[in-house]
T-cell receptor, first 110, second 117 residues
Framework: EDQVTQSPEALRLQEGESSSLNCSYT??????LFWYRQDPGKGPEFLFT???AGEEKEKERLKATLTKKESFLHITAPKPEDSATYLC???????????FGKGMKLTVNP | DTGVSQDPRHKITKRGQNVTFRCDPI?????LYWYRQTLGQGPEFLTY????????KSRLLSDRFSAERPKGSFSTLEIQRTEQGDSAMYLC???????????????FGAGTRLSVL
C-alpha cells in the first residue's frame, strides 16, 4: 500500500486558473510533510514543510495546508513558469527518510 | 554556488561495469542522503549518513550498491556490475540536524543520470 498518494497525476490549467493539488498519506507518527517542485532534468527544489494539522504556509502564488490525513497545495492565478512536477513527501517517526508520492505534473498554458 | 553538488551529471555505461558517483553536500550539513528516481516516479530512499556513520539503508540497496562518507563531508555511491534496471537518476540531498527532533529539511542536488546499455 502506498504511503503517499498524489492526485491528480497531471493537470493542465490556463494562466490565471486557480486549482488545488492533493496529497493523502497513511503514516503513523508524522514528523513532517514536505512539498517540492521539480523541473525536468533537475533535482527537487524545497517549497514547504508542515508539521501539524491546521498549519498553513504561503509562498507567492502557492499555499500549502495540512490535515491529519492529507495536504493541499493551492495554486492561485498560476503563470506558465509554475509549470513543473510537484512532489509531496512525508517523514515518519523513527526514520529520517522522506517517502515521496509519484508527483503531479502541472502545465500552465499562457 | 553553495548548494548540493553532484558529479558527474550524466553517466553512460555498459552492463557489467562499475560506476561511482560523488556528492558534495551543503557545507555544515551533517546529514547526507541518497535517493533514486525513475521516470514518472518520485524519489526512493536508498541510504543516509549522519557525519561519517551510515545510519539507515533501504532494502532497495542491494549488495551491488555501496555508499561511503569517509570524513563526514562528501559521499560516494558505487554500483558494481551494473544492470539495465539500474538506469535512473541518482539524487543526493543534505540537511542540518542538531537533534533527533530537528526539522528535517532536505536540500537536493541536480542528480546524476545513469544510463546502462
Amino acid at each position: 500500500e502506498d504511503q503517499v498518494t498524489q492526485s491528480p497525476e497531471a493537470l493542465r490549467l490556463q494562466e490565471g486558473e486557480s486549482s488545488s493539488l492533493n496529497c493523502s498519506y497513511t503514516v503513523s507518527g508524522l514528523r513532517g510533510l514536505f512539498w517540492y517542485r521539480q523541473d525536468p532534468g533537475k533535482g527537487p527544489e524545497f517549497l514547504f514543510t508542515l508539521y501539524s494539522a491546521g498549519e498553513e504556509k504561503e509562498k507567492e502564488r502557492l499555499k500549502a495546508t495540512l490535515t491529519k490525513k492529507e495536504s493541499f497545495l493551492h495554486i492561485t492565478a498560476p503563470k506558465p513558469e509554475d509549470s513543473a512536477t510537484y512532489l509531496c513527501a512525508v517523514c515518519e517517526g523513527g526514520s529520517e527518510k522522506l517517502v515521496f508520492g509519484k508527483g503531479m505534473k502541472l502545465t500552465v498554458n499562457p | 554556488d553553495t548548494g548540493v553538488s553532484q558529479d558527474p551529471r550524466h553517466k553512460i555505461t555498459k552492463r557489467g561495469q562499475n560506476v561511482t558517483f560523488r556528492c558534495d553536500p551543503i557545507s555544515e550539513h551533517n546529514r547526507l542522503y541518497w535517493y533514486r528516481q525513475t521516470l514518472g516516479q518520485g524519489p526512493e530512499f536508498l541510504t543516509y549518513f549522519q557525519n561519517e556513520a551510515q545510519l539507515e539503508k533501504s532494502r532497495l540497496l542491494s549488495d551491488r550498491f555501496s555508499a561511503e562518507r569517509p570524513k563526514g563531508s562528501f559521499s560516494t555511491l558505487e554500483i558494481q556490475r551494473t544492470e539495465q534496471g539500474d538506469s535512473a537518476m541518482y539524487l543526493c540531498a543534505s540537511s542540518l540536524a542538531r537533534s533527533s527532533l530537528a526539522k528535517n529539511i532536505q536540500y537536493f542536488g541536480a542528480g546524476t543520470r545513469l544510463s546502462v546499455l
